[in-house]
């Protein structure tokens, strides 16, 4: 079963907006990551939090996490057409395990 | 640095038939991960090697998927009798230490027929 669920399932935005991407998740964990996937590249990580942090940036990415709610969400600034992509939460699921949710279709339009 | 090295990209096979996935993980990684990814669903953890014991196959159809990773290095799976709803992707990723950054392979995209 997904661990992980992202919300919206698909999200399309203008070049140069901000997309955010939310992911729910079932059990405790120690951290949890974002990934993106395209054809060109595969799947390909971003970023991690742990689960002592609450939020982080890199680059034009910003990613919160509220444990308590057992959630995450993904900001991605000043979108450019090269950010579409499916983006996919994934936790350790409390243990060593890397489990995805169902991810978000992005599409940037230029 | 060489990334996670899998073959073959493309594998049509008839349904009944047998197929086997190779992966080379990036080297001293000692997790390696294989996953089925459906059509516009995201990645299913098949089974998790820790060097060459397996930590969860618990999402393994074991009475027709098969894995190994020899040596604590490459890995195979393989897939014997095949179903039509074996059609997918399947990816090998590697990591330093379980549970954190994973490196995926370009994958294999299976269409059993």
């Known amino acids: ?27 405790s964990i120690n951290n949890l990551q974002w990934y993106r996937q395209n054809s060109g590249r595969g799947l390909v990580h971003l970023i991690l939090i742990r689960s002592n942090e609450r939020e982080k940036h890199s680059g034009r990415l910003r990613v919160t996490l509220d444990t308590s709610k057992k959630s995450s969400s ?37 | 640095e060489a990334g996670v090295a899998q073959s073959p990209r493309y594998k049509i096979i008839e349904k009944r038939q047998s197929v086997a996935f190779w992966c080379n993980p990036i080297s001293g990684h000692a997790t390696l991960y294989w996953y089925q990814q459906i059509l516009g669903q995201g990645p299913k953890l098949l089974i998790q090697f820790q060097n060459n014991g397996v930590v969860d196959d618990s999402q393994l159809p074991k009475d027709r998927f ?18 039509l709803e074996d059609s997918a992707v399947y990816l090998c990723a590697s990591s330093l230490v379980a549970g954190v950054e994973a490196f995926f392979g ?7 027929v």
Do not use: H, W
């Open chain 2, 66 to 83: 098969s894995a190994e990773r020899l040596k604590g290095v490459d890995s195979t799976l393989k897939i014997q009798p095949a179903k």
């Open chain 1, 74 to 110: 993904l900001l991605i600034t000043a979108s450019r057409a090269a950010d579409t992509a499916s983006y996919f939460c994934a936790t350790d699921a409390g243990g060593n395990k890397l489990v995805f949710g169902a991810g978000t279709i992005l599409r940037v339009k230029s």
């Open chain 1, 1 to 27: 079963s997904q661990q992980g669920e992202e919300d919206p399932q698909a999200l399309s935005i203008q070049e140069g907006e901000n997309a955010t991407m939310n992911c729910s998740y079932k059990t």
């Open chain 2, 106 to 112: 370009q994958g294999t995209r299976l269409t059993v």
